[in-house]
């Protein structure tokens, strides 16, 4: 990236001039848009709020189909796609779902899955430093075990903590994230790109800014390569960090193949590789995580749909370790989906087979509900384990109803009992067999043997969500009670105490207003709990002011904007403010308080974007103690997809 940096983009002067005139034009076109919006009256359909912190962006890309046929020389030429199975409840914030489809994702201020799942209201990412250090999440205060990643229907099986590691997954080629908050788990779905379009395309991403950062993000998709449908993707995010002496980067490659036989199903493997690194010296740095996967996917009836998949997953060892060939890093899963909708009935069924110590041995799952948009939704799920031969159960119920009078009521209850993966501690106790230095057995210290470890939680969330015109309010009661508070388990807490469990309650409320200027809209979230906990500050909120213009008859001109806060109370950490001594104070998190803004234009198929982080210059913005994040840091660049 150092060669592109000096090549292509040309002195830091000329960016920065070229930062000046940019900001400008967006400034004019946002102002044109403006003007526009209020002397020529619209379609009010064609200008709408799309607040980036609510993921309910509409998706015009987002095939709905199993296939998509395109007119061409008056030919229609059909791409197969596989089969579409249930996604479950539509995305609201009385169901907990917030969902961004690939329009949606090309057109949002995040450029990282952790700074995706930070935009939805109550969630924390917690992050080790800039780009390329370990980042975990956490929702209602839920640490080990409750942070759960599905890609495409496949468990991202934590290998390096009690909770998958979100800065190794970009947010290149993917088709639709989904993020479902409840009270005692954290789950986040996603779901590849496949090409749907009868012609191949290729989607680039650039950017550059302050602190050596760069943006490099490829994906060429084709429907009709080598007799199947092929999708490769690159991405790349690297920085010098704080200070210009925090290096980081995160990496990623994925090539996806796709054999369909029409409508009725098809095969896919794919092969992904994911890299960050970091020149902070108190983490591993340059570990690959590798994952392999094939899946067939078959409409078995109207309505029903099958998928049977394999999947291993690996992290890359030092070639010098001298424990690397007596241990096996690979976990593996075997699994069955399927999925079955008609109308407003919805149900799913899973089954998933686990081989490597520190994970659970098997899963199931079974979900279904139904809609009937005049009246009412219910659904509801049950989830069962079982580890090193120990079964547990946990299970969830929902229900929301239609609006009166504007005002729609919704409830949700789930109790149970879930593991925590500990595949680092394993690893861990079977490197203590061997001396650390070689000829020296005097060293070595066997460490006690790992065993299952569990968390029971229970959690009620119940609301109202009052809409007057386009406006919307809603709150929420919420009380969660757990046995115990468990850490992430990431290198940045790993050790850290299990801490006796305890019962906690508070409101939330999230309002979305468009103003009178059309276009304009401004949203916002608040939380307050009775006291604070680990993961859980006792109060966090987060507003921004939007807008959003789409121009043109043909709808080739579109504008973005968004300036807002983010911020939440001090709170603990499962980590000692001593490290190594127990008998000292829990450490703490300081008060964050994060100021950003964003402009995106786009011409027909051409995005430029600007992205301003921690506008006021707030030093001690950070998640953990020295962890350090950006003071100030401005991101621009362009996006372009083009037909081949």
């Not at 207003?513 to 304009?520: A, D, E, K, S, Y």
């Not at 008060?591 to 051409?606: D, M, P």
């Not at 430029?608 to 998640?623: A, C, S």
């Amino acid at each position: 990236m150092s060669s592109f940096r000096c090549g292509f983009l040309a002195p830091r002067a000329w960016m920065a001039g070229a930062l000046r005139v940019f900001v400008l034009l967006a400034s004019l076109i946002v102002a044109g848009g403006v003007f526009v919006s209020a002397v020529h009256a619209q379609d009010p359909d064609s200008l709408s709020v799309i607040p980036d912190t609510s993921g309910l962006a509409l998706d015009s890309l987002q095939v709905a189909a199993d296939s998509a046929a395109v007119e061409v020389d008056s030919l229609a030429i059909v791409v197969d796609t596989l089969p579409r199975m249930a996604s479950g409840v539509a995305p609201s914030y009385a169901n907990g779902v917030w969902v961004w489809g690939r329009r949606a994702l090309e057109s949002t201020i995040a450029i990282t899955l952790s700074e995706l799942v930070d935009l939805v209201p109550g969630v924390m990412s917690l992050r080790g430093g800039d780009y390329g250090a370990p980042v975990g999440a956490s929702a209602f205060g839920v640490g080990g075990g409750r942070v759960r990643v599905v890609w495409d229907g496949f468990e991202w099986v934590a290998l390096d903590g009690a909770v998958p590691d979100l800065s190794r997954i970009g947010l290149v080629g993917l088709d639709e994230v989904r993020v479902e908050r409840h009270p005692g788990e954290l789950l986040i779905k996603i779901r590849s790109m496949e090409p749907t379009l009868p012609e191949p395309t290729t989607t680039v991403h650039v950017g550059t800014g302050d602190l050596g950062t760069n943006v490099l993000r490829g994906i060429f998709a084709h429907p009709h390569a080598l007799g199947g449908a092929l999708t490769f993707a690159l991405d790349r995010v690297d920085t010098r960090g704080p200070g210009l002496n925090a290096a980081g980067a995160l990496s990623g490659l994925s090539l996806r193949y796709a054999l369909h036989w029409g409508e009725r199903g098809g095969i896919v493997a794919e092969v992904r590789q994911l890299t960050p690194k970091t020149d902070l010296t108190e983490f591993t740095s340059n570990i690959k995580r590798n994952n392999w996967n094939l899946r067939g996917r078959w409409r078995l009836a109207e309505g029903l749909i099958g998928e049977v998949l394999w999947g291993a997953s690996s992290l890359s060892r030092d070639a010098i370790d001298p424990v690397v060939g007596l241990i096996d890093a690979r976990r593996s899963q075997v699994g069955l989906r399927t999925s079955y909708e008609r109308g407003g009935l919805w149900g799913r069924g899973s089954a998933h087979m686990f081989s490597g110590e520190g994970l659970q041995d098997w899963t199931s799952e079974l979900a279904g509900g139904h809609s009937l948009p005049q009246a009412f939704s219910v659904d509801g799920s049950l989830r069962m384990e079982r580890w090193e031969g120990v079964g547990v159960s946990s299970w969830r119920a929902r229900a929301v109803s239609r609006a009166l009078a504007g005002v729609s009521l919704f409830a949700s209850y789930e109790d149970g009992t879930r593991g925590a993966p500990y595949v680092p501690e394993f690893e861990q106790y079977l490197r203590s067999f061997f001396p650390v230095a070689p000829m020296s057995p005097s060293a070595v210290v066997p460490l006690e043997r790992p065993a299952a470890r569990f968390t029971t939680i229970t959690g009620l969330r119940a609301g109202a969500t009052l809409a007057l015109g386009s406006a919307k309010v809603s709150g929420a009661r919420v009380i969660t009670e757990s046995d115990t508070f468990r850490p992430l388990g990431l290198p940045l807490d790993r050790g850290g105490p299990v801490l006796d469990g305890g019962k906690r309650s508070g409101y939330e409320f999230v309002a979305s207003v468009p103003l009178p200027v059309r276009g304009f809209g401004v949203n916002g979230s608040f939380q307050a709990w009775d006291q604070e906990s680990i993961y859980l500050p006792k109060r966090s909120w987060e507003g921004a002011t939007t807008y959003h213009g789409l121009f043109k008859e043909t709808g080739n001109l579109e504008v973005w904007g968004t300036v807002g806060v983010t911020g939440r109370d001090s709170m603990p950490l499962p980590i000692f403010s001593v490290e190594g001594d127990p008998t000292s104070e829990l450490a703490r998190a300081p008060i964050l308080r994060y100021w950003f803004a964003f402009v995106q234009v786009r011409v027909v198929t051409v995005s430029l974007f600007v992205r301003w982080e921690n506008l006021t210059g707030k030093p001690d913005n950070f998640d953990y103690p020295d962890r350090l994040q950006p003071r100030f840091r401005t991101l621009y660049g362009v996006r372009w997809t083009m037909n081949n």
